[in-house]
């Protein structure tokens, strides 16, 4: 972490030959600072939805200006169901028709629905272009916007189609939160929530005790939970970029959060919301298998609550829920492997009996 000029923290992510700095503070997205030392290049590409564009591409335009010599803007429809082959297609299609070459930058403008999708486009138009993160919601500014995995859905399952690629730099303004909605703005912090079991024992704590702070927007408790999640995450991500094993800890309750959204449809369930319950559930199974105690799943589940979340999942069908399980990632020859907390502030994968699995579904889960 060091200071920058007009913003509140830099945490640099350091993966050789493809480091990069997430800019944190407010204000940042029409300062032409934040954009500084981004690869020069005749043209940037803005990739924004309905919903963020008439918001902020005006500025994000107005910091992009002195860096680019053209400036082209292409808005998706909003929504989970949009991160998809149909949205990558009609961005390909438009990078096509205007002409983009190998050097021209791609900004993502908006939330993980936007990043991922941009991300994958930029990974593959051309087999790789250079592209910015600009996350305008709280989740995709502690998670989402860092660490290079970009994706799409398939009807099948979450990110089933996408690739590991860097950004060349994280633009990340607080002051988008304003007209963040409540529920978006819980499902950011349930990302936030999970760092504390996975890898802090004392963030957990300040999360605890400061968790009313961050339901009112609190600008210096937010600037420290962002500030804070980018670090462990940049922390993980240097060392294990393509999750060959310690990545896996950032996946705390996706396994089941996953099989949610799923198995409701994509954008009923957001994902913050979906990953809130499904970290109920994995704790349950850390208490289940012995190794936390009874209290670390109702003083989570209390944390999550209080963040505005649910603790229970839909009913999809426990048949249903363990098949959407058997497609996640981490899963090797059939076998569904789960992030567990083992201590607080450290987990571990670790594949479990089905029927402990049911159970804990069973337990959870909505009549
Ligand atoms: N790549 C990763 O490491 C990673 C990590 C976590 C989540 N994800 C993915 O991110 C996605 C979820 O991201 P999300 O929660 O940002 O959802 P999202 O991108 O759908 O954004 C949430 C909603 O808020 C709107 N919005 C965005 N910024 C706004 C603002 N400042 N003011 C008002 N409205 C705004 C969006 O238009 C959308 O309707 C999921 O697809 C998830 O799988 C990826
Ligand atoms: O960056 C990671 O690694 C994560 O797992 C972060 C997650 O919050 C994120 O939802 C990610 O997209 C999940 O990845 P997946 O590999 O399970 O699709
Ligand atoms: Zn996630």
């Not at 060091?2 to 992510?13: C, D, K, M, P, T």
């Not at 299609?93 to 002409?99: N, Q, T």
């Not at 939160?177 to 978006?184: I, M, Q």
């Not at 462990?232 to 959060?257: C, M, P, Q, W, Y």
Request: with cysteine; net charge negative.
């Amino acid at each position: 972490m060091a200071g920058l000029e007009g913003s509140i923290a830099l945490v640099s992510i350091d993966l050789p030959g493809r480091e990069y700095d997430i800019h944190i503070g407010s204000g940042l997205l029409g300062d032409v600072q934040s954009w500084r030392g981004v690869p020069a290049a005749a043209m940037a590409v803005v990739v924004t939805n309905e919903t963020v564009g008439p918001l902020y591409l005006e500025q994000c335009v107005r910091g992009l200006a002195p860096h680019f010599r053209r400036i082209e803007t292409i808005a998706l429809p909003d929504g989970e169901a949009f991160k998809s082959w149909e949205s990558l297609q009609k961005v390909i299609d438009f990078l096509i028709a205007r002409g983009a070459d190998r050097k021209t930058v791609l900004v993502a403008l908006g939330g993980g629905v936007i990043g991922d999708l941009t991300g994958f486009a930029a990974a593959v138009y051309m087999r790789g272009l250079a592209f910015v993160q600009v996350p305008t919601t709280l989740l995709a500014q502690v998670d989402s916007s860092v660490g290079g995995k970009t994706a799409i859905n398939h009807p099948s399952g979450k990110n089933m189609v996408g690739a590991f690629h860097q950004p060349v730099r994280v633009i990340s303004d607080l002051s988008c939160f304003e007209t963040l909605s409540a529920r978006e703005f819980s499902a950011g912090l349930a990302e936030v929530i999970k760092y504390g079991p996975i890898a802090d024992a004392q963030f957990f704590e300040w999360l605890d005790g400061n968790i009313e702070a961050l339901m009112r927007r609190d600008a210096e408790a937010l600037a420290h939970a962002v500030k804070r999640s980018c670090e462990i995450k940049a922390d993980v991500v240097a060392k294990d970029e393509r999750e060959s094993d310690l990545r896996a800890i950032l996946n705390f309750g996706h396994t089941f959060g996953h099989a949610i959204e799923t198995g409701v449809g994509y954008g009923q369930w957001l994902h913050g919301e979906a990953v809130a319950c499904g970290m109920v559930m994995a704790a349950d199974l850390s208490v289940r298998l012995g190794l936390m105690p009874e209290q670390f799943v109702t003083k989570l589940r209390s944390l999550i609550e209080r963040a505005g979340l649910p603790v229970r999942a839909p009913n999809i069908g426990l048949d249903r829920f363990v098949e959407l399980m058997r497609l996640d990632k981490k899963a090797e020859a059939g076998d569904i492997r789960f992030v567990l907390i083992e201590q607080l502030g450290k987990a571990v994968l670790r594949s479990a009996p089905e029927p402990l699995v049911r159970e804990v579904i069973a337990a959870h889960t909505e009549a």
